[in-house]
């Protein structure tokens, strides 16, 4: 795991977020956020998890971020000004960012190396998946399948 | 000097508050869903880097609750924006100030 990697990733990524979270335009911060997300995935991918950051991209970039850009798309004639800065957000934000960092440099425990593990194969994912986890993966098939038909009839169009 | 868990939590933070940012101080609707799933990206990291850093166990835990939080997500922000379009059809505006009333 080198540390340049690392450096690059991490400026791409906050930036990325920092951006979603403040440009004005919808378009642009949707942009982004999808931006951001690539940077995530990259963290993954240098923490050895490839098959979890193959599916972010895939999930995230290949879905939602273009299930957003329709949606932007299809509420086009409200992208008016989106201004009157909250500063009670923005304090909040950063309070809570404050009191994650305090916590994460008091801890001494996790100032730690990354050891060496073996590598984690697909094959290992999908055994796992289909041994001790296979119960929460029916219940997430579940779940996605109530979530496409909960999605679709909230858009259907109702009768008059 | 390879990167340690704390930097990796720090990242993880940042991404967390411009979540929390975008979510708590924007108007549009579609933002504030924007916001939510980079607080959840944010969770996810967490996930990975702790499932690197810690002891190894036979499943791979923290890659796990990571694969099943995304799928989460995906069906999370299918329903929202699908919530967003109806609001919009309504309301003709996806201005969270202005859905004011509970009789559409």
């Keep these: ?160 | 000097m390879t990167p340690t868990l704390q930097v990796f939590l720090i990242v993880s933070a940042v991404l967390f508050s411009a979540g929390l940012l975008a979510a708590l101080s924007r108007r549009h609707a579609i933002f504030i869903l924007i916001g939510i799933e980079m607080m959840l990206a944010a969770a996810n990291l967490n996930f990975i880097a702790f499932w690197r850093f810690g002891p190894q166990s036979q499943p791979p835990t923290g890659v796990m609750i990571a694969i099943f939080s995304i799928a989460i997500a995906a069906a999370e922000a299918a329903v929202g924006l699908a919530l967003v379009i109806s609001v919009y059809r309504h309301y003709h505006t996806t201005n969270v100030d202005h859905l004011d009333q509970l009789k559409g």
């Excluded at chain 1, 642009?28 to 599916?55: I, K």
């Excluded at chain 1, 999930?59 to 299809?74: C, D, E, N, P, S």
Aim: charged share 10%.
């Design chain 1, 1 to 160: 795991m080198s540390s340049a990697a690392f450096v690059l990733i991490a400026i791409l990524t906050l930036a990325a977020a920092l951006a979603a979270a403040t440009l004005q335009n919808l378009m642009h911060a949707a942009l982004s956020f999808a931006v951001a997300l690539v940077g995530v995935a990259a963290f993954f991918f240098l923490l050895g998890a490839e098959f979890v950051g193959l599916v972010l991209v895939f999930v995230y970039i290949g879905a939602v971020a273009v299930l957003i850009v329709f949606t932007i798309l299809l509420t086009r004639r409200d992208v008016g000004n989106d201004r009157g800065a909250n500063w009670g957000g923005a304090f909040l934000a950063v309070a809570v960012f404050g009191g994650l960092a305090w916590a994460v440099f008091k801890t001494q425990s996790i100032a730690i190396g990354a050891p060496h593990i073996r590598t984690l194969t697909v094959k290992r994912i999908g055994e796992a998946l289909m041994t001790s986890y296979v119960w929460p993966l029916q219940c997430v098939g579940l779940l996605l399948t109530a979530a496409l038909i909960g999605a679709l009839v909230l858009v259907m169009e109702e009768k008059r």
